[in-house]
C-alpha cells in the first residue's frame, strides 16, 4: 500500500485525506487532528481518545500520585514539627 498520495485544499481550505490513508487509520467523518504548520510543511496529527483501559491506568496513576503527595506533605509536615521543637 502506497504511504505517499496527494491531495489538494478546495477553495473553503478543505483538505481531504485519500481514502486508502483514511481506511489504514480507521479515520471517520468527524475525527480531529492537531495541525502543525513550519516553514512549508502542514502536518496533521490525528487525536484518538483513550480506551477505557487506557483511561482507567490513567486513573490509577493519577490515584497512586495523590497518595505519594499526601505522604511527601504528612512526612514534610513532621520534619517542620521536629524543627521547631
Do not use: C, N, W, Y
Amino acid at each position: 500500500m502506497r504511504r505517499v498520495s496527494t491531495t489538494k485544499m478546495l477553495a473553503k481550505g478543505h483538505v481531504v485525506i485519500p481514502a486508502a490513508v483514511r481506511k489504514r487509520m480507521g479515520l471517520k467523518a468527524g475525527s480531529q487532528f492537531v495541525v502543525i504548520g513550519v516553514g512549508d510543511v502542514v502536518i496533521l496529527k490525528a487525536i484518538f481518545p483513550p480506551s477505557m483501559a487506557e483511561f482507567e491506568a490513567l486513573i490509577a496513576e493519577a490515584r497512586r500520585e495523590r497518595g505519594r503527595a499526601r505522604e511527601v506533605r504528612s512526612e514534610l509536615r513532621r520534619a517542620v514539627r521536629r524543627r521547631l521543637r
